[in-house]
């Protein structure tokens, strides 16, 4: 299967520069996963395709600070952008610009805090040692940026507007979007209705985002994230799927923690790496429906999401989306497949 076989074209117009507020008054695609037929809402009428019993999957990562700026010895300026933390002082990292950064090379941001190279990763950035006097968590949050998105040019006023409302464990490089779109009060009406809410975490990496390289997607490799399951969220969504309850993703991050966890059916607990690649053929263990952002053309989430339905319906529904001047990407508009006549 082609890469070019999930392109759409998108106008630049369409990616959203701005977080809509409130937030759950962003629009809401809501598409059959097996017949294509569309309604167009707001997000606040999800509530109105849920049933009791439903279980709602959130990931709960909270984005770090992860952009710092330094400088090297001869004064040069460095950017270094975290993607995951190995120990207490090492961190694979992005590192710009690449060429000149090799083992050895220091990097110092402030008094309080430096690295130095110690080693190259096989997608061309860098593993770096921190030095650092206090709590490192601290400093990051004084020094270091919440990043965004390439895509979003404006600036961002509340740093908080690209956190979801449950975030709770720090660690990712990019935010699980499809949460952006729930309110607290949404989250209450939806236990209200009897849904049940279970959280796990998955802290997203950049390896997620980047463009598959390969010609055919079977020859893509995807990076791998860091993910936890507890075992309240592993009984309460093993339940629900033995009752044969509907389990919903928030989000494709939320999908691959399911489905790497629950590789035979059935969610384990613990902790762990994934690389979980889902694309047309795959067939899902646990996941039933999905809430989730749109996504870029040609891109492994495209792949995700057309899984879960079709390629041709997927393609069909974003082709839609821009007929009818949907908002794209993190700030943007929602979508939920599912089975409407069911």
């Not at 520069?17 to 999800?46: A, C, N, W």
């Not at 933390?85 to 590192?95: M, Q």
């Not at 729930?182 to 802290?203: N, P, R």
């Not at 389990?247 to 059916?265: K, N, Q, S, Y």
């Amino acid at each position: 299967m082609l890469v070019t076989d999930f392109d759409y074209d998108l106008p630049q117009e369409l990616i959203a520069q701005h977080p809509m507020e409130p937030r759950d008054h962003s629009r809401l695609l809501v598409v059959d996963k097996k017949t294509g037929e569309i309604e167009h809402k707001h997000f606040y009428d999800l509530v109105n395709y849920l049933k009791p019993g439903d279980v709602l999957v959130f990931n709960d990562t909270r984005v770090i600070p992860a952009r710092l700026h330094g400088t090297k010895d001869t004064g040069a300026h460095v950017e270094v952008f975290l993607l995951t933390r190995r120990d207490a002082t090492d961190w694979e990292v992005l590192v710009r610009p690449g060429k000149k950064l090799q083992v050895g090379a220091k990097i110092n941001f402030s008094d309080e805090l430096s690295c130095e190279v110690i080693e190259h990763t096989d997608f061309g950035g860098r593993v770096v040692r921190f030095k650092y006097d206090g709590i490192f968590e601290e400093i990051l949050d004084r020094l270091g940026e919440t990043p965004l998105p390439p895509y979003i040019t404006a600036p961002l006023e509340d740093k908080e507007r690209y956190q979801t409302v449950y975030n709770r464990e720090r660690g990712s490089a990019a935010a699980p979007t499809a949460g952006l779109h729930f309110t607290k009060e949404l989250l209450q009406k939806i236990k209200e209705i009897g849904c049940e809410e279970v959280f796990v975490t998955l802290h997203v990496g950049l390896g997620t985002f980047r463009p598959v390289s390969e010609a055919k997607i079977e020859d893509h490799k995807m990076h791998k994230e860091f993910y936890t399951v507890s075992q309240e969220a592993a009984d309460a969504v093993n339940k629900a799927k033995a009752e044969g309850r509907r389990i919903i993703a928030v989000g494709t991050t939320a999908v691959r923690t399911l489905e790497a966890a629950g590789a035979d059916g059935q969610l384990h607990a613990g902790s762990s790496w994934t690389n979980i690649f889902i694309y047309p053929g795959y067939k899902f263990r646990l996941v039933d429906d999905l809430v989730t952002n749109f996504h870029l053309p040609q891109s492994t989430l495209l792949m995700l999401v057309s899984t879960l339905s079709t390629r041709e319906i997927m393609l069909q529904t974003y082709k839609k989306a821009v007929e009818e001047k949907y908002r794209f990407f993190s700030f943007g508009d929602a979508m939920f497949i599912t089975d409407l006549n069911k």
